[in-house]
């Protein structure tokens, strides 16, 4: 039994239903490349790093076209 309780992630949920909806069952080395390639995934753990404060978004331009997000870190403790 699989249990379909949403987490707080929505990294995590979104893996979570694409391993519940999978047709075949695969080994965790799959499911890492699989998982590793899902659309805009840096953007969107950074930006959940950010809403718990420990992360913060800075926008930047490069050659004064180009805009570029960097996601420095506020509170180091988390990671200790």
Not at 16 to 33: C, D, E, F, G, Y
Not at 36 to 51: F, I, Q, R, S, W
Not at 53 to 62: A, Q, S, V, Y
Request: hydrophobic residues 40%; aromatic residues 4%.
């Amino acid at each position: 039994m699989i249990d379909e309780t949403p987490m707080e992630d929505s990294v995590i949920n979104e893996a979570l239903l694409l391993m519940i909806n999978s047709k075949r069952r695969k080994n965790i080395q799959a499911w890492v490349t699989k998982l590793a390639t899902m659309p805009k995934l840096k953007e969107k753990v950074a930006k959940g790093l950010c809403k718990k404060g420990i992360l913060k978004e800075e926008e930047t331009k490069i050659l004064l076209l180009f805009k570029s997000n960097r996601y420095p870190e506020v509170d180091p403790q988390p990671e200790r």
